[in-house]
């Protein structure tokens, strides 16, 4: 099913005459201050502003780390999901994944004798392991990832008990608990972040300036055609899938380092939030159109919104509440900015503007 898109492949034919006509410093910015990009960031900009000045310690260097901190598990597994989502699937089984791997590093660690870096090599390729089973249900049976991911966070969740029952791991050592929380010299910025904006890049760098990131556009706007020219379908999203898995393995291992427990229910319903952010950020649910810039605003926006609202004492149903709020409006909203853009531009095209 093809899409009006925000961010697309490249226009081409008539199209593409009837963009190179509008270009211009001017018709450049009327596009930038229209887009969905723009619309979260002033959004962004707008939700720290008021928090800085109405929430009592928001704007402080001890609850900019925490926030910061708080945002990583979501900024990681937000990455992966942009590209799954733009070809027109879904995961939902991000924070079972994040949870089994969890209490698969808590048991080796009590029980395995292995060393700290081993353990963490495996359950990444663990994490990767568990997206593969999404992949070959979704490319190789042709079952819809929807239904799919339901049934793996049901079950990648129930083996997290199983793993490591109702007990919790927490003796794991000082120096990898403290080096997760460990700041920038100077700053209130953890070092991890530099981790996430550096895979941030690399997504970003392949999604928008490779061959292969207009091929996942493609995807979602018409699975068929992008067969037509060349693009193997099942392949790119089976690896997707695992690429989603082995990012929520390497969430899973600083979960719980963060918060030095690992235990069965970590992560419990951080999936919802994640699509809420990746959506947020201007991503179509119908799969086709999206950017990492307007997903990285989303995350932010959202963090920014559970950091003050947690700080203003605000009861934890009620930022459920929120969350489900924010997910209906990044449904809604992007389609009506998009609609209100192709109006525009439709009546500039009956008035033109004298030179």
Known sequence: MAHDSLYAAPPTGDAEAGVEAEAGPLATLRGLLASWDAVII???AAAVLVAGLTVENFATGRNAQFLLLDLVPLAFLALPMTLIVITGE????VASTVGLCSTLMGQ??????????????VVVLTGAALGAVNGLFVTGFGLPSLAVTIGTLALYRGLSFVVLGDQAVADFPADWTAAVLRTIPGTSVPVVLVAVLALAVAFGVVLHATAAGRALYAMGNNDQAAT???????????WLFVVSGAVCGLVGLFWTLRYASARGDNATGLELTVVTAVLLGGVSIFGGRGALPGVLAGVLLLGVLRNALQLADVDANALTIVTGGLLIASVVLPNAVADVRARLHRRRQRHPVAP
């Open 42 to 44: 002033a959004a962004l």
């Open 90 to 93: 879904i995961d939902l089984s």
């Open 108 to 121: 080796l660690w009590l029980t395995s004798g292995l060393s700290l870096e081993l353990i963490c090599v």
């Open 228 to 238: 037509f020219t060349g693009v193997s379908v099942a392949r790119t999203k089976f």
